[in-house]
């Protein structure tokens, strides 16, 4: 028997002394020596009394140490559960009682705060921290490197992703050992990923992005990883020279682009930008190519899902747009009955494939809800798709504004804002109105030194817009609220400002 995501990730390293990672302070962790701590901590949660099937609930900072218990939960056949480390622990109350987690796993720092939570669930609690310390890591210490890897298969529940619940609960993604194993395949070949690839993490590990998309791609590849544990435009700087790939959300690249140090030379040895995780605006990828005479490519996935869609590594790569269907994936954008509308049209995109995770957990009506029994899975983004499968991404389901009866999709009007000189970005949202039920409303953020007003701005889209399409009111501030992997929360927004025409 085998356990594939085991082997084809990690234990095909075994013994190896290729660098896989490479730590802000210049260490470099081989693949061998990486797999002999992760066979440690193997133990270790065996030793805990732990079952395979059992969910291990860890909210820690990243690190090697971090990286290391996904690989022991992987060998072990434990259900990894990553957690936001931004989560209060009220919130993880709920992921502890929701998935009946039987470990939790803390930074020490927030050990006191969480141990009433996992004495209320009969949890126990463990801690580890960024720097080798903890209890989990006292206890691994004295363990041997050796474990006999666990047999598994590609059905078998591999980890669980909870969404990031901005309306209602948050729902936990399962997701199996061949829904992680069959995209990162996918994604290692579609965007030519190799031994030779240095790639410049800089991404936490509690989400897709990082933890299956850019992990797993390395580990399959055989390559290194610059293992950073946050956005630092110094960092990203100061180690780009030494990398080939890098993967970030928008603000990764807005944030470069306000530093006059990044230019050709300095990305003079990658190969590959890749954005996801939020929209990335088109003036966004035309200022990165005239800097660097690099094209990002952007491409769409979700927890569920992993990656959709991706622009084509060798190919047109267009701004504003997530690309075509992966290798293996089927997309289509429909009408709420789930029938495919022609080309062009706005709707619902759905897709299907092996990626496709296996329903939410504890969830059946739900998975029902959004799973459908042909296995076509309903995103709720709305999308458009070309002739030549193109996607564009309009804007999510809930986002959209119903005004006077008229349809209005969020993005059109963003870009049309955003297209206007001074403006940085800008979020559209649908707030209560007493004559047209909601109406559109524009929150913009100018660039530095720009003074924007909202005459202004109301006169730079009218050309462009339909009178209903536009904003009955903006607000200029200096700053949109986002989550931790950049996009924007509109639900916040919507909260914010839900008087504003009462």
């Not at 690839?197 to 990883?225: E, Q, R, Y």
Request: with cysteine.
């Amino acid at each position: 028997m085998t356990n594939p995501l085991y082997d084809r990730l990690f234990g095909r390293h075994a013994g190896r002394d290729t660098t896989f990672l490479i730590l802000p302070d210049g260490t470099r962790m081989t693949h061998g020596a990486f797999l002999d701590r992760a066979g440690r901590f193997a133990n270790a949660l065996f030793g805990l009394g732990l079952k395979t099937g059992d969910r291990v609930a860890v909210q820690i900072d990243k690190s090697a140490d971090a990286l290391a218990v996904y690989a022991a939960c992987a060998r072990t056949g434990l259900v990894f559960l990553p957690l936001n480390t931004a989560y209060t622990a009220a919130e993880v109350d709920y992921f502890v009682s929701n998935s009946g987690a039987g470990l939790l796993i803390a930074a020490p720092s927030k050990a006191e705060a969480l141990r009433s939570v996992a004495n209320r669930y009969h949890a126990r609690l463990e801690t580890l921290d960024d720097a080798g310390g903890g209890s989990l890591s006292a206890i691994a210490a004295g363990q041997s490197p050796d474990f006999d890897t666990v047999d598994r298969d590609l059905n078998d529940l591999a980890a669980i992703l909870y969404t990031s619940g901005t309306t209602g609960r948050s729902k936990g993604a399962m997701l199996s050992q061949g829904n992680l194993i069959s995209n990162a395949e996918v994604l290692r070949d579609h965007w030519r990923f190799t031994a030779d690839d240095v790639l410049l993490h800089a991404l936490p590990i509690f989400h897709t992005h990082g933890l299956f998309v850019g992990t797993n791609i390395s580990l399959l590849a055989g390559g290194a990883m610059i293992f950073l544990p946050k956005l630092d435009v110094d960092a990203l700087i100061k180690w780009m020279p030494q990398a080939t790939a890098m993967m970030g959300v928008p603000t990764f690249y807005t944030r470069l682009l306000d530093d006059p140090r990044l230019d050709h030379a300095l990305t003079a040895t990658m190969r590959l930008f890749v954005s996801g995780s939020a929209p990335l605006l088109a003036d966004t990828h035309r200022q990165f190519f005239d800097r660097t005479g690099h094209r990002i490519l952007e491409r769409y996935g979700m927890t569920e899902t992993n990656m959709n869609t991706s622009n084509p590594y060798d190919g047109d790569r267009r701004p504003g747009t997530v690309g075509t269907a992966l290798p293996g994936v089927e997309a289509k954008v429909c009408g709420p009955d789930g029938t495919e509308l022609p080309r062009g049209e706005v709707g619902i995109l759905e897709v299907r494939g092996r990626n496709v995770f296996k329903g939410y957990w504890q969830m059946p009506e739900k998975t029902r809800e959004e799973l459908r029994e042909d296995g076509f899975f309903i995103t709720g983004d709305l999308a458009t798709m070309g002739e030549d499968g193109y996607v564009t991404i309009v804007g999510r389901g809930k986002d959209l504004v119903i005004s006077g009866g008229y349809n209005v999709y969020p993005k059109e009007v963003e870009e049309a804002i955003d297209a206007l000189p001074g403006v940085l970005e800008s979020a559209v949202i649908g707030v209560p109105h007493p004559d047209l039920g909601e109406a559109p409303m524009a929150v913009v953020v100018p660039q530095k030194g720009a003074h924007l007003s909202a005459d202004a701005i109301l006169a730079g889209i009218a050309p462009s817009l339909a009178r209903f399409k536009q904003p009955r009111r903006i607000e200029i501030v200096e700053a949109l609220p986002r989550n931790t992997m950049g996009k924007v929360q509109k639900a916040q927004l919507r909260a914010q400002y839900k008087d504003s025409f009462q």
